[in-house]
């Protein structure tokens, strides 16, 4: 069974960085991409960052392009996301998804697994 451990979640001032771990774990588990979703309270799911396994190539949502960088260890069964010059709307729960399924746009595809989610805190 495969699993997404997130973690680096936490509080910070406006300007300020964190930055967001996933571990994915299970049995010969090497998803074809790798991405981060967040979802602030009251508002829909939103794509952030994804990473293709193989060629790496990345994708950002707009609201953050510039500001976080998505990157992966060797293996491609971590993925990482560095978010700088954070802004109080960048305040939501960050989760991880793994595994894209079918062809469509990273930020709208359905993904296999998921992770429980961090909390991200950005104050003004």
């Known amino acids: 069974q495969v699993q997404l451990a997130e973690s680096g979640g936490g509080s910070v001032q406006a300007g300020g960085s964190l930055r967001l771990s996933c571990a994915a774990s299970g049995h010969t588990f090497r998803p074809n991409a790798m991405a981060w979703f967040r979802q602030a309270p009251g508002k829909e799911r939103e794509g952030v960052a994804a990473?293709?396994?193989?060629?790496?190539?990345?994708f950002y949502s707009d609201s953050v392009k510039g500001r976080f960088i998505i990157s992966q260890d060797n293996a491609e069964t971590t993925v990482y996301l560095q978010m700088n010059d954070l802004k109080p709307e960048d305040t939501a729960t960050y989760y991880c998804?793994?595994?894209?399924?079918?062809?469509?746009?990273?930020?709208?595809?359905?993904?296999?697994?998921w992770g429980q989610g961090t909390q991200v805190t950005v104050s003004s």
């Open positions: 990473i293709y396994a193989g060629a790496r190539l990345t």
């Open positions: 998804a793994a595994d894209k399924l079918g062809a469509g746009s990273w930020s709208r595809a359905p993904y296999q697994n």
